[in-house]
C-alpha cells in the first residue's frame, strides 16, 4: 500500500510498517525528522523528482514523502473485543465509501481511545493513501476488521457480549441518554443514505444526535467524533455510576 504525507508516513514509521520511503528535496524540520526517523528504523530511503511522487501520490498532497507499507495485520471481531483496555468500544462502518470521512473516523478512534473498527471489505472507502491523509496517520495504529457482511458482524458482536448502538437521525432517543459505558459498538451509516435496514434491525438501540439548526444532519465523521467523546466522557464517571446506569438501561430494554 502506498501513503504519502509527513504525518501518515511518520506514524507508519513508528509502528513499524514502511518498507521503503521515496522523498524530494524539501528542508523543513518535519521532513526532516521522517529522514532521521527512517534513518533509525533502517528503512531504505529514495530519493525521487517530485513529478514521480506527483504520479505516485495520484495527485494527493504528498508533501514530498510517500512511502511504501505493508498491509495491516489482520484482525477478526474476536481480536477486538477480547484485547480491549476495558470494556470494548468499537465502530463499526457500514458502506462508508469517501476515504476523506473514513480517514477522519479513524483519527477520531485513535483520538478517544478506542479498541478498533469493523467494516466492510467490499463496497467501502479503500484504506489507502487519501485515507491515511485524512487519518493524519491514525490508519497506522487503529486495529481495523474487515468483515464480508456488516449484519452478520453485529451478530457476532452480540454473540461475544457487546451492545450495538447505531447512530439514526430519526431515533427518539438522544445520543447523550444511551449508556456507553459497557461493552459498546456505534454503528454508523453510509453517507447520505444512513444505515442499511437490515443493519438497522440488528441494532440493539438507535440514537439520534439533536439537530438545532437549519440542516438535518451531520457529516458522518462528525458524528462519530461527538458520539465517541460522549463514550469517553461516561466512561471518565465514577465506577458506581456506571455500574447503576448500565443496570438501569438494560433493565429498561
Known amino acids: 500500500m502506498i501513503i504519502y504525507g509527513i504525518n501518515p508516513v511518520l506514524e507508519a514509521l513508528r509502528a513499524g510498517r514502511v518498507k521503503e520511503l521515496r522523498v524530494g528535496e524539501r528542508n523543513s524540520g518535519r521532513y526532516l525528522r521522517v529522514l532521521s526517523l527512517a534513518g533509525e528504523r533502517g528503512v531504505h530511503v529514495r530519493r525521487v523528482p517530485v513529478d514521480t511522487l506527483d504520479r505516485d501520490a495520484r495527485g494527493g498532497v504528498h508533501q514530498g514523502v510517500l512511502a511504501i507499507v505493508d498491509d495491516a495485520h489482520e484482525h477478526s471481531i474476536d481480536d477486538l473485543v477480547r484485547d480491549a483496555r476495558e470494556a470494548p468500544l468499537l465502530v463499526v462502518l457500514d ?121 438535518g444532519s451531520l457529516n458522518v465523521s462528525v458524528a462519530a467524533g461527538v458520539t465517541l467523546f460522549e463514550a469517553v466522557r461516561q466512561r471518565g464517571q465514577q465506577p458506581n455510576d456506571r455500574d447503576s446506569r448500565t443496570r438501569r438501561l438494560r433493565s429498561e430494554h
Open 95 to 215: 458502506g462508508i465509501e469517501d476515504p476523506h470521512n473514513l480517514g477522519a473516523i479513524l483519527r477520531t478512534v485513535d483520538a478517544a481511545g478506542a479498541d478498533g473498527v469493523v467494516m466492510q471489505s467490499r463496497r467501502s472507502a479503500a484504506l489507502g493513501g487519501a485515507a491515511a491523509k485524512a487519518s493524519a496517520g491514525a490508519v497506522a495504529h487503529v486495529r481495523i476488521a474487515e468483515v464480508v457482511n456488516i449484519a452478520r458482524a453485529l451478530d457476532e458482536l452480540k454473540e461475544a457480549g457487546v451492545w450495538t448502538v447505531g447512530l439514526a437521525g430519526e431515533a427518539e432517543m438522544s445520543y447523550d441518554k444511551m449508556d456507553f459505558t459497557g461493552p459498546i459498538a456505534i454503528v454508523l451509516g453510509a453517507e447520505g443514505t444512513g444505515l442499511r435496514r437490515l443493519v438497522r434491525e440488528r441494532c440493539d438501540y438507535l440514537v439520534g444526535i439533536p439537530m438545532r439548526g437549519h440542516v
